[in-house]
């Protein structure tokens, strides 16, 4: 079966320290997502991407960057991790056609001291 | 401006009950789609439901219906017969098209507590 894939599941790590979080795809979809969830925000969307080597910015996307090297993966790295930073992140994909629903994964609870 | 807004942050509804979540959203598209996802204690995102703009009649998926009411701006998610297992964090979501693609924003969810 397809599915969407996130790793670590857990990871705690200290500020100034550089982070990626792995996001894996089997669906084949062109479009993929990063989500942050904090508590009374809902999710806010980091950057996206449309295919391989396209990637754009989101809603809050200071400190963040992804590249997307083939069509499976887009991983997210947080460059010099802060407090700020501490929430838990969701990876999607979504078709291209209508309606355009988002397959989530199962998240990763990051955690900057 | 907030994109969705949804205004009961908890809400609380009797096992067996019909319970319905808030959902408005402000968009200047013509072409647009309402998502709702339900977020369990456990965290995943599950996918329940989906309306688009132009769909002239209600969305439905089991005991899920989306009152979508295109010129109030509002996109309820009516839940029937709650059960234990609708215990959780609900989000509703809109996907623009003048955004150069599909991304959703999502509102700030509603806790819904099912009690026995």
């Known amino acids: 079966d397809a599915e969407i894939t996130q790793s670590p599941r857990h990871k705690i790590t200290e500020t100034g320290r550089q982070v990626t979080l792995a996001c894996h795809q089997t669906?084949?979809?062109?479009?993929m997502f990063w989500y942050r969830q904090d508590l009374g925000h809902g999710l806010r969307l980091i950057h996206y991407?449309?295919?391989?080597?396209?990637?754009n910015k989101g809603e809050v996307s200071d400190g963040y960057s992804v590249s997307r090297s083939n069509t499976e993966d887009l991983p997210l790295t947080l460059e010099s991790a802060a407090s700020s930073q501490t929430s838990v992140y969701f990876c999607?994909?979504?078709?291209?056609?209508?309606?355009?629903?988002?397959?989530f994964g199962p998240g990763t609870r990051l955690t900057v001291t | 401006a907030q994109k969705i807004t949804q205004t009961q942050p908890g809400m609380f509804v009797q096992e067996k009950e019909a319970v319905t979540l808030d959902c408005t959203y402000d968009?200047?598209?013509?072409?647009?789609?309402l998502f709702w996802y339900k977020q369990p204690s456990s965290g995943e995102m599950i996918f329940l439901i989906y309306?688009?703009?132009?769909?002239?009649q209600n969305a439905t998926e089991g005991r899920y219906s989306l009152n979508f009411q295109k010129a109030r701006k509002s996109a309820n998610l009516v839940i029937s017969a709650s059960q234990l297992g609708d215990s959780a964090m609900y989000f509703c979501?809109?996907?623009?098209?003048?955004?150069?693609?599909?991304?959703?924003?999502f509102g700030g969810g509603t806790r819904l507590m099912v009690k026995p």
């Open positions: 999607a994909s979504s078709e291209s056609v209508i309606p355009y629903e988002q397959y």
């Open positions: 669906w084949n979809h062109n479009n």
């Open positions: 991407s449309y295919g391989v080597q396209d990637t």
């Open positions: 968009t200047s598209d013509q072409s647009y789609g």
């Open positions: 309306q688009g703009s132009y769909d002239e």
């Open positions: 979501a809109m996907r623009e098209t003048n955004n150069a693609g599909n991304m959703l924003t």
